[in-house]
């Protein structure tokens, strides 16, 4: 519980969250951040390892003579975004912000090992990850093929992120599917450029386009079962040059989501197929290529009943949230080993921004919540037996 804590954790935890928000730092640019958390784990007493995937650092604190080993990981990353709150600590850095909460992540896990480093209870080995480049750059998957994974075993992991969608004194951990996977496409329309009076002379990509965007739709209308879920949205059309000008070539990009491999493989079949059709009925050709960015996030059923449990001994409620159609590089550890990913509730009453607006700001009020659970969760995986 809170009063279980070193007094004024809580405190400190707000005050290395704020400086964070005025000093955001984007993809695998976290300087200030990771040299800020370096210096703070080396403060506790942890073994310190920097540089993994640039910007990335673990801390390891030993006790004891047991095996057992734990990992939690916190993202450190914020967002191309200008800031529109008006709060006192908002980003100094025009363009920058964290609109999605990680300074919030950052600042509960570091009191949590400051925490974990007073303890004489503890028997194993507690590793602290913090993750440059979680948003889009997949730092997760960075980190691993810099040796991350080399340097530590933990028996399993866990991530924690904060989500409006619930409310405080709540956690979500279901089993298996929690987050889908995450792919990117471009689509390059190209046809014959005309003047924009005389639109029979060219063969218009303009218009293609535009019945490429309604047809993708079909993809999840009429191809995936309606028990399965997937989404394909375009998210960018751009264009031409004048007013009085058709181009010669459109591009298209934009997201998918799945869950499993084939639905993955059947939205990578269809884009290309859908496209090319529409766009060879206008007298155009369309080039499709799709990335597979982030696998889908899958919580061992295990570890997070773990998670439950110790979350309803500290006494949180457990959320029955439905898994989400956002992705999260996190997966890639837990393609690796055993874990789970924790949604902590972190709505507010009245104005509740979601994540990534550039109105939103990470609710101090549940920094405590946030730090009780990480506690919980080491005390529950490392204390010592009685």
Request: glycine residues 10%; aromatic residues 6%.
């Amino acid at each position: 519980m809170i009063a279980e804590l070193d007094p004024g954790l809580v405190e400190d935890a707000r005050s290395w969250r704020h400086d964070l928000h005025r000093h955001p730092e984007i993809a695998f640019q976290e300087h200030r951040t990771s040299a800020f958390v370096a210096g703070k784990l080396a403060e506790f007493g942890y073994e310190v390892i920097r540089g993994l995937g640039g910007t990335g650092v673990v801390g390891t604190l030993r006790r004891g003579h047991s095996r057992r080993s734990i990992a939690l990981r916190a993202d450190m990353d914020a967002l191309p975004i200008q800031e529109l709150t008006g709060l006192a600590h908002a980003s100094t850095v025009p363009g920058m912000m964290h609109a999605c909460g990680h300074d919030g992540h950052t600042a509960m896990l570091l009191a949590a090992a400051r925490h974990a480093a007073s303890r004489r209870d503890l028997d194993g080995v507690l590793h602290v990850i913090f993750q440059p480049a979680e948003e889009v750059e997949g730092g997760a998957r960075v980190m691993i093929e810099d040796g991350l994974l080399d340097r530590i075993s933990p028996d399993r992991v866990f991530g924690m992120h904060n989500w409006p969608d619930i409310a405080p004194g709540t956690v979500a951990a279901p089993d298996g599917a929690m987050m889908s996977a995450f792919g990117t496409f471009d689509i390059v329309v190209s046809g014959r450029g005309a003047h924009g009076a005389m639109p029979h002379q060219g063969a218009d990509p303009v218009l293609a386009a535009c019945q490429i965007v309604s047809a993708l739709q079909v993809i999840a209308a009429r191809n995936v079962s309606p028990l399965d879920s997937i989404v394909v949205s375009v998210t960018r059309m751009q264009g031409g040059d004048a007013y009085n000008v058709i181009p010669a070539t459109l591009h298209l990009a934009g997201t998918t989501r799945w869950f499993t491999a084939e639905s993955a493989a059947l939205i990578e079949r269809r884009l290309t197929e859908v496209a090319q059709h529409v766009a060879a009925g206008f007298e155009c050709s369309a080039q499709v290529v799709h990335q597979r960015r982030y696998p889908a996030t899958i919580n061992n059923p295990d570890a997070a009943a773990f998670v439950r449990t110790a979350a309803a001994n500290a006494g949180f409620g457990i959320s029955p949230a439905q898994p989400s159609m956002g992705a999260e590089d996190f997966a890639f550890l837990l393609e690796r080993i055993p874990g789970s990913y924790i949604w902590l509730g972190a709505g507010k009453d009245g104005a509740n921004p979601m994540l990534h607006s550039p109105h939103y700001d990470f609710n101090d009020a549940v920094l405590g919540d946030g730090i009780r659970l990480w506690t919980r969760l080491i005390g529950d995986a490392l204390g010592a037996p009685r």
